[in-house]
């Protein structure tokens, strides 16, 4: 490791604007505000088709796509998503990349890294003790209605048990009984509100105008009303700083917030992002997921704020692996050569390439190469993408580190300077709710159709009678599938859009859309990462990655 001082300097900051966590981890105490931004550099955003057990790589893209811009003479940096414990520990395992392409330290980052996770989670429930204290005192029909409560607790775990939970039993001695439950962490709305805020002053502006609940006669009622917006910002004043580490090639990392991209936008906070545009040539960010997921939340609600500009560029990964899977081979036969599964795999990248364009930037396909993938598939991988009218270029970090993206980076900023670039959102703020669920699901999604039943459109009415009509959408769904529903694979035609639910997160600025089978507190697989990592007797951190 280089020293952070050394990481520092590369952004042009010096030791006074760190605040040191041990020697190989630090927040940035500096950053644009809101009139000193002037970007100087250009961004690039990482997103991937959808995922399959085989894995994508899309981190560890964005990671080596970083480490090659800085090989070619670049002031280079990447940011990125903080990991939640939940999938940590769950079904995912680590998030810091992998191979010669990872941020370090890895197993600090996967593992409480600076605390800012654990914040949310005490911000977050705070709030909710203040709900519930409020009820306690009031009663059950003072300010909030306790039947009318939409405010519920986090953790940042997969614990299943915990969807809906029975609070305040046992007497008056322990509150008002009432149906309530849990969300991971990393589905909070002040998650989202930490890494949509560019300072302290929007984060508590942000944070008051959350809805906690609804008065008897129906009316919105507010965390400002509650007076806890104030201690809820002084719980979050450390997190709102950016975090600094570095790559294993030494190029700066920005790691800073955590939204997930399948429940929630899916995208690092825009604090992060300004700084890097302030100080580096180029910033290399991730969005969750496929394009269908983290690159259109990070387009209708990150760039919609105005806190950071759209894209320069952006990078579609995709791998043989994942293109047999989505083209119907099973998980155990994805190593035999199959150029006909990977040609129907091939129109679930091709649809995740239209959803790119139609947001009107510029795009490379990055093949993320494993070492089982045989020459005659690249090539005809490579064929496909060029009749489709897609650039193209083979991506080696895994295995050569930065050496391996030097392509990769050379492609992408042959698009930058040569490919136009006309960005537009998909949908005006001023259409009604549904009609842009309904956008996103025929023109992101490639639905027939949306699907509701009446209290779930009753809802929506109601946001917009509250005075909530010009948000945009948060659609969460599974990331499996272009559809809502996981097992359709490739791409998929002719479905329903079937929304379960929708909420209301206005501090945020979006509306939340369940959709499927989405559940916004993950359960453990049967057999989680949990059950592979270990601790030898010297400290040493084992089976985490």
Not at 314 to 332: D, F, N, Q
Not at 442 to 470: H, S
Not at 527 to 536: G, L, V
């Amino acid at each position: 490791m280089e020293s952070l001082e050394t990481i520092a300097g590369k952004l042009g900051l010096e030791s006074k604007d760190l605040e040191k966590y041990g020697e190989n981890k630090a927040k940035i105490k500096v950053w644009p505000g809101r009139d000193d931004f002037s970007p100087r550099g250009k961004l690039i955003m990482v997103t991937a088709m959808n995922p399959t057990p085989a894995g994508e790589g899309k981190t560890t893209t964005a990671i080596g796509l970083a480490d090659a811009l800085a090989r070619l003479g670049h002031r280079a940096v990447v940011t990125l998503r903080e990991p939640s414990l939940g999938p940590v520990f769950g079904l995912k395992g680590g998030a810091t990349g992998g191979g010669k392409a990872k941020v370090i330290p890895s197993d600090d980052i996967n593992l409480h890294f600076t605390g800012d996770i654990h914040a949310v989670t005490a911000a977050h429930n705070l709030l909710a003790a203040m709900v519930d204290n409020r009820l306690h005192f009031d009663g059950a029909c003072g300010l909030l209605d306790c039947r009318k409560v939409t405010w519920k607790r986090v953790l940042d775990m997969d614990d299943r048990v915990l969807r809906e939970v029975i609070v305040g039993i046992g007497g008056p001695l322990r509150g008002i009984a009432r149906e309530s439950g849990f969300e991971i962490t990393a589905a909070s709305e002040v998650m989202a509100i930490l890494c949509l805020s560019i300072d302290l002053i929007e984060l508590k502006e942000r944070l008051g105008k959350i809805v906690v609940g609804y008065t008897p006669d129906d009316r919105p009622v507010l965390a400002q009303e509650l007076k806890a917006h104030g201690a809820m910002a002084a719980l979050l004043r450390e997190a709102i700083k950016p975090n600094l580490v570095q790559t294993l090639e030494g190029t700066p990392a920005l790691i800073h917030g955590g939204p997930f991209a399948n429940i929630a936008h899916g995208t690092n906070s825009v604090i992060a992002t300004r700084l890097g545009l302030s100080r580096a040539d180029y910033v290399v960010t991730e969005t969750g997921f496929g394009a269908d997921l983290g690159a259109e939340k990070f387009f209708n609600i990150v760039v919609r704020t105005g806190h950071i500009p759209p894209p320069a560029c952006c990078v579609l990964v995709a791998t043989i692996r994942a293109l047999k899977y989505h083209g119907g081979v099973t998980l155990e036969n994805l190593e035999q050569p199959n150029l006909e599964a990977l040609e129907r795999g091939f129109e679930n990248l091709k649809h995740h390439g239209t959803i790119l364009r139609s947001f009107g930037l510029p795009f490379v396909v990055a093949l993320n190469r494993f070492s089982a993938d045989k020459q005659e598939e690249i090539t005809h991988f490579a064929s496909l993408c060029y009749q489709s009218g897609f650039r193209f270029a083979l991506s080696e970090v895994y295995e050569k580190g930065g050496e391996g993206g030097l392509i990769l980076a050379e492609e992408v900023m042959r698009a930058i300077k040569e490919d136009q670039a006309n960005f537009n959102f998909l949908y005006p703020l001023d259409l009604s709710l549904e009609e842009k669920i309904q956008i996103i699901a025929q023109k992101v999604y490639g639905a027939a159709e949306v699907a509701m039943e009446g209290k779930t459109r009753r809802k929506l009415q109601k946001m917009e009678k509250d005075g909530f009509k010009n948000l945009p959408v948060c659609i969460a769904k599974t990331q499996y599938s272009l559809s809502d529903d996981e097992e359709l694979k490739g791409r998929p035609h002719g479905f329903k859009l079937i929304v379960t639910d929708v909420s209301l997160s206005a501090g945020a600025g979006f509306v939340v859309v369940l959709c499927g089978d989405i559940m916004t507190m993950p359960g453990l697989p049967r057999h989680p990462a949990a059950e592979r990592i270990d601790i030898t007797p010297e400290g040493e951190i084992i089976g985490l990655n």
